[in-house]
């Protein structure tokens, strides 16, 4: 084999439109949303990890706060928010995981000055 994909020629129960007889689409032709799923499911959790240990730094070394643990790891709660929202269909941009990283953020931000007190 060459490495290029199979033609309808070779393959004839596929047709031209990639579908065989069955109506069922060859995989080679169906595009790959579980990369790209992937890679946004990985965009929120490192953010929200990120936010987590920045904040968690931020009250304990830079302005010596103690805080509870569950101050500290609020950031983290927008990565099950956001598998939540693809779950359940959310419409328009509350189940992009661009809104869920800037969730984590504000969750840090927000608990930094709950924390603090401001």
Partial sequence: MSGT???TDERPDLQPDGTTE??????ATVPDRS???LRADLAVSVAA???TIGLALTL??????R???FAKVVPLLAYPGYILAKRVGLPGPLATARTWVAVAVALAVGSLLVAVGA
């Fill in 5 to 7: 994909p199979e033609s």
């Fill in 22 to 27: 069955e109506g069922a689409t060859d995989e």
């Fill in 35 to 37: 990369m790209e799923d």
């Fill in 49 to 51: 990890t990120a936010a």
């Fill in 60 to 65: 304990s070394f830079a302005l010596d706060v």
């Fill in 67 to 69: 805080a509870g643990t």
